[in-house]
């Protein structure tokens, strides 16, 4: 079936320091999205991607999914301590079917 | 904002009873879905949910698991007889569109814990 792998599985950066979280499928993707879970909170979305090399922002958050759609990134510049929380990127296939990565939890040091 | 909301937020239930998990999605949306999450681990996909019909089921959810649309607001997830492996965080969501395409809003979770 279908895998989505992400890395790191934790990262510890000082406040100031940037981010970045990779995702790769096993599978090509019709889109991937990305949500942002809080300590004991639930998921909450960030952005879908769509078209392969797509590059949006968000403030001081950068998304790419890759060409061949079977990977992403989420670059952090500048981490501020209202970031932290598990990042999870999940993979859509044309059937429909959501596959979360298993996130990374980023802590920051202020 | 419309959100989704869950209840119960905890359920504390014995090895082999049954569950009823309860979920109002946000009322103009189309499609429901079950997550779970074990404690520190990654959010697993149970269902997806259309139509008053599954569209989608991973294969943790076996025929111990069953999915319902009982009236025009609320979406249960039912767990016929738990086990101790049941016990994880299960999410609600829905959206307007088939998940693939649409955002996918999460309810509060509710914890299970099977003794």
């Known amino acids: 079936g279908q895998q989505v792998m992400q890395i790191p599985q934790y990262q510890h950066v000082q406040e100031g320091e940037d981010f970045t979280t990779y995702c790769n499928s096993s599978?090509?993707?019709?889109?991937i999205q990305w949500y942002k879970q809080r300590p004991g909170g639930h998921p909450v979305f960030l952005i879908q991607?769509?078209?392969?090399?797509e590059v949006k922002k968000q403030k001081r958050l950068t998304f790419q999914f890759g060409e061949a759609k079977k990977n992403s990134s989420l670059h952090i510049t500048a981490t501020q301590t209202t970031d932290v929380g598990t990042y999870f990127c999940?993979?859509?296939?044309?059937?429909?079917?959501?596959?979360f990565g298993d996130g990374t939890t980023l802590t920051v040091k202020p | 904002e419309p959100e989704v909301t869950q209840t119960p937020s905890h359920q504390v239930t014995q090895m082999g009873q049954e569950v009823i998990l309860r979920c109002v999605p946000i009322?103009?949306?189309?499609?429901f879905y079950w997550y779970r999450q074990i404690l520190g681990q990654k959010v697993e996909f149970l269902v997806s949910?259309?139509?008053?019909?599954?569209?989608?089921k991973s294969e943790i959810f076996d025929d111990q698991f069953s999915v319902e649309r009982p009236d025009g607001s609320n979406f249960t997830l039912k767990i016929r007889s738990t086990k101790l492996e049941d016990s994880a965080m299960y999410f609600c969501?829905?959206?307007?569109?088939?998940?693939?395409?649409?955002?996918?809003?999460f309810g509060p979770g509710t914890r299970l814990t099977v003794t």
């Open positions: 969501a829905s959206s307007e569109n088939y998940g693939g395409a649409h955002e996918q809003y």
């Open positions: 599978t090509t993707l019709s889109n």
């Open positions: 991607l769509v078209k392969s090399g």
């Open positions: 999940a993979g859509n296939t044309n059937a429909g079917k959501s596959t």
């Open positions: 009322s103009n949306h189309l499609y």
């Open positions: 949910f259309y139509n008053n019909e599954i569209s989608e």
